[in-house]
């Protein structure tokens, strides 16, 4: 059984995690500012991806959430020229990482 400390802490993890892109434009969340640095729309979906994939496909064989966004953030995702013009808006990970039933 895991402890209220750590499950508190992994909660405030994915709270500050929700938050980073508050501060960043739409238009620059899914836009490469470096060549050699994933987008941060893309690292924001990937941590959730993997957190919902871990929490709710591995723990409960539920892989309701995680298979709609596999092709984008599992770890055989098609090349970033060919990923990066398929990510998810910002409001859309924001959905995919608080919804309301988790």
């Not at 802490?9 to 929700?18: D, E, K």
């Not at 836009?31 to 994933?38: G, Q, V």
């Amino acid at each position: 059984m895991t402890s209220p400390q750590t499950l508190g802490a992994l909660s405030t993890a994915h709270q500050l995690l929700t938050q980073l892109p508050a501060r960043i434009p739409e238009r620059d969340v899914n836009r490469r500012l470096h060549p050699d640095i994933e987008p941060l729309g893309r690292l924001l979906g990937r941590s959730m991806y993997l957190e919902t994939y871990w929490l709710r496909q591995v723990v409960t064989e539920d892989d309701e959430m995680t298979r709609c966004v596999r092709h984008l953030f599992a770890y055989d995702a098609p090349a970033p020229s060919e990923r990066d013009e398929r990510l998810p808006r910002l409001p859309n990970c924001r959905a995919f990482a608080s919804p309301s039933d988790r």
